[in-house]
């Protein structure tokens, strides 16, 4: 394939992915904007209940990137039917994991909101948002996996699509609901509920008539049930050890000091922002990298590879000088506290300086998705934590303060572990074991 129509499918697939990624995070945002307006208390109600669902949802990501290369390998090797039959198996797999998730963090939320150990009022707002909220997992999981299917069958139009009015009938429902009936913070769960059921619908859909178009099964198939599960199960693995680090750096930063931690949280918003675009790229790669070796196309999938790694490193190029450029500006655009913004500026200088390492290791691990190497993944993510732990012990027993113990954090973080998944990622891509052909 010419380079000039390579470039032009990775784009095809990546703009319409981030439009998509982008539109996930608003509901939240939508949440807190209109929940801000009832008060503190709700407003703090909401922090608690949301970092629940997200350490839920962010687990259960893997529905998304397990389906993706299994739908994919088979749409390459020219076996549309197969490839919708495994989609379905997927939302059935989402469809049960939901159901269970529901019902058991539904029976568990006041234990869960009694963790943050929270004042009596905070608690009531947390426990009213979260014991609704539980009732839209099955939803948010059939989105996941929905999503994963037509992004291997090369769609990423349609999932922008459904996100988009997904996140207006969220907003919109939520006003009604909130001050339209005045179901304070109920009202808000409950509209975000009402749009991922929404999205389920649209979903169902879009599914049926590709099943109707490809004569393929709606019904569940025990052995695609089972496979999507098997390799699910190392990718749950692997956001697991990803999770371990995040939470371990935020303890690290807590110990350091309230303004560390400050700073940190803002550090970590602005590489997330950036890694929103690589996520994009991450997708268009497991896309093609999919379809590739289900064609049996070994040298399209190794300029794939290619391709992809020089954009996430020229991205990483182009976002670290605008990072470097405005590290000193940041700090006061969150904050407008000129202290807290030179101490964040250090760590952001560092951010900066590891972006083309981070672009390379987003790529990375979109193409050993898209090669469904899931278990290396799993692998890959333990080995990671061994160089990184100690790193962070270090820093925790030394206990730098200021923008010096923000900056070492930041190098452990951008330095230590991110190197250390690009050492991971590199040695596996160099070999020839992930590039297995075939559907």
């Known amino acids: 394939m010419p380079a000039p129509t390579l470039n032009r499918e990775i784009l095809r697939l990546a703009v319409p ?22 008060g503190v208390e709700p407003l703090a109600g909401l922090g608690i209940a949301a970092a629940v669902l997200q350490t839920i949802v962010g687990l259960m990501i893997f529905l998304a990137y397990s389906t993706t290369p299994a739908v994919a390998r088979r749409f390459g090797a020219g076996d549309s039917r197969s490839a919708v039959s ?146 699910g199960g190392w990718l749950f693995l692997r956001t697991v050890s990803l999770r371990l680090a995040l939470l371990v750096t935020v303890a690290v930063a807590t110990n350091l000091g309230t303004e560390e931690l400050a700073g940190w949280q803002i550090a970590f918003t602005i590489f997330s922002t950036a890694a929103f675009a690589l996520d994009a790229l991450a997708i268009a790669a497991q896309a093609l990298i999919g379809r590739g070796l289900g064609a049996g196309d070994e040298p399209f999938v190794r300029r794939v590879l290619g ?22 500006a940041i700090g006061l655009v969150f904050t407008g506290d000129p202290a807290l913004a030179a101490l964040i500026q250090p760590a952001l200088l560092v951010l900066a300086i590891a972006q083309p390492i981070c672009g390379i290791v987003f790529v990375l691990d979109g193409v050993l998705m898209g090669a469904g ?58 070999r020839s074991e992930w590039l297995t052909v075939g559907a």
């Open 86 to 231: 495994v989609g379905i198996d997927g939302l059935w797999l989402a469809l049960g994991l939901g159901a269970l998730l529901a019902i058991v963090g539904s029976l568990s939320t006041p234990w869960l909101v009694d963790l943050f150990n929270p004042s009596r009022a905070v608690a009531e707002q947390a426990i009213a948002y979260l014991g609704l909220s539980m009732w839209g997992l099955p939803a948010m999981l059939i989105v996941f996996a929905a999503t994963g299917l037509l992004r291997g069958m090369q769609d990423t139009v349609t999932p922008l699509w459904i996100a988009g009015l997904g996140f207006a009938a969220n907003a919109l429902l939520n006003w009604l609901f909130i001050y339209g009936f005045g179901w304070g913070i109920s009202g808000s769960a409950a509209g975000t509920v009402v749009a991922q059921w929404g999205m389920v619908a649209a979903y169902a859909v879009v599914v049926g008539r590709l099943a109707r178009k490809h004569a393929a099964s709606v019904l569940p198939q025990r052995e695609g049930v089972r496979g999507s599960a098997r390799s």
């Open 373 to 430: 190497d899931a278990k290396y993944l799993a692998i890959a993510g333990g080995l990671n934590l061994v160089p990184y732990l100690p790193a962070l012990l270090i820093v925790s027993l030394v206990m730098p303060t200021g923008a010096t113990g923000l900056a070492w954090l930041a190098v452990c973080f951008f330095g230590v572990y991110m190197l250390a998944r690009l050492v991971t990622l590199g040695l596996r891509v160099r």
């Open 17 to 38: 992915a981030l439009g998509a990624l982008i539109a996930e995070p608003m509901f939240l945002i939508v949440d807190a904007a209109l929940i801000g307006h009832l």
């Open 307 to 328: 391709r992809t790694m020089a954009w996430g490193l020229w991205f990483g190029v182009i976002v670290g000088a605008l990072i470097a450029a405005g590290s000193g």
